[in-house]
């Protein structure tokens, strides 16, 4: 069975593995990163061996890879698996998001039914059947939902049956959730967010969920991205021009090299 290297350390975005099957364009692999659509998330996006994945599904324990054609791989091959890691810690602070508002929502409003939910790159969205307008309660929600993320609070994820593979997120204090997706280390790393409310159909409200700025540096420092540990230098530019390393200003004259990062991951490393 693939060991699913994602739910123990979701800010690994690079790992060496084995071919463990094939069937044409199908693989699967020993172990791995790179997260199946599950829950609402949506998949990863990236590479295994030299081969771009173009769709990543579950079949019950197992996820299988479809690969372009031609790939040549075949049992025992040794391979990379790399992944997006921009869309994989966007993923990551939407769908933590989403969860707290879900969590929310289902407070302040006793028989809201959730009917749906997606997990996408620019926004995360959920689904209720609903007679009433949302919107009166949505303003509470997000100043409620900043509250908890600003407390920048532990975010526990751990099996609560690993022979079934049944996990779970926890906040002390607030809630425990069954889930098995990847999530944060601490609520902080979300950032703040803004809700937007949209009527799908009678009976239905929508709850929209946008990233409007990035979290703190030194809350993504703390973390491993891929081989970048914790003692690597780390920087941003702000609009001075000048070069922040955790909260020292580093001069112009130390020459560091600034590498161009993606929207999300206003950070690079020496």
Not at 14 to 34: C, N, P, R, S
Not at 59 to 74: D, N
Not at 138 to 156: D, R, S, T, Y
Request: proline share 4%; net charge neutral.
């Amino acid at each position: 069975m693939i060991k699913k290297v994602f739910w123990k350390d979701p800010y690994l975005t690079q790992l060496e593995t084995y071919i463990a099957g094939f069937k044409g364009d199908e693989i699967t692999v020993e172990q791995t990163i790179f997260f199946a659509f599950s829950g609402g998330q949506e998949s990863d996006d990236g590479t295994i061996g030299n081969s771009r994945v173009l769709q990543a599904r579950t079949e019950g324990k197992e996820i299988i890879y479809t690969l372009e054609q031609g790939h040549g791989l075949k049992r025992g091959d040794p391979v990379s698996i790399q992944i997006d890691r921009e869309r994989r810690y966007q993923l990551m602070r939407l769908h933590f998001a989403a969860e707290i508002v879900l969590e929310l929502t289902c407070r302040h409003l006793k028989s809201v039914r959730k009917i749906g939910a997606h997990i996408a790159q620019d926004k995360a969205r959920i689904d209720f059947e609903w007679g009433g307008n949302i919107s009166n309660v949505l303003a509470v929600i997000q100043k409620e939902a900043l509250w908890i993320i600003e407390a920048n609070q532990e975010i526990i994820s751990a099996f609560s049956n690993e022979e079934t593979e049944e996990r779970y997120w926890e906040i002390a204090g607030f809630a425990r959730v069954p889930c098995g997706g990847t999530h944060l280390k601490r609520t902080g790393e979300v950032g703040e967010i803004e809700l937007k409310r949209k009527n799908p159909g009678k009976g239905k409200e929508r709850i929209e969920i946008f990233l409007i700025s990035p979290p703190p540096l030194d809350l993504i420092l703390t973390h491993k991205w891929g081989g970048w540990t914790q003692g690597a230098k780390f920087y941003v530019v702000n609009k001075s021009k000048s070069l922040l390393f955790f909260k020292f200003v580093i001069p112009a004259e130390a020459g560091i090299q600034v590498f161009p990062v993606g929207p999300g991951f206003p950070f690079s490393r020496e």
